[in-house]
């Protein structure tokens, strides 16, 4: 039961990086974060079998922690931001696209 509940913890973390590294949408991303750290920290609180140790469940929450702070910085998020809009402008050596033929 905890390893389910831990796995679900850890998809969700999962999930949050993909608002971010494709959108660069930190508030989404954020959410995501913190219902992960809920998750875990829910375990923490009300551990079912056993299946982690205390210090692993330390250990994890101070990940999803220390990601949610890096990802979501000010700094990180500009940084993304301007990553992104410049893989999506056209780079000037491709030249025009060519038209297919019928």
Do not use: W
Request: hydrophobic share 35%; aromatic share 4%; glycine share 6%.
């Amino acid at each position: 039961m905890d390893q389910a509940r831990g796995n679900l913890g850890v998809m969700v973390l999962r999930l949050g990086h993909v608002p971010f590294n494709l959108q660069g949408d930190a508030r989404t991303a954020l959410k995501q974060y913190l219902e992960a750290r809920a998750i875990h920290e829910k375990i923490l609180k009300e551990p079912g079998d056993g299946f982690y140790k205390e210090l692993d469940l330390k250990r994890i929450l101070s990940f999803v922690t220390s990601t949610s702070a890096k990802r979501c910085s000010p700094l990180a998020i500009r940084t993304r931001r301007a990553s992104i809009s410049r893989s999506r402008q056209p780079s000037a050596s491709s030249g025009p696209t060519p038209r297919p033929r019928m």
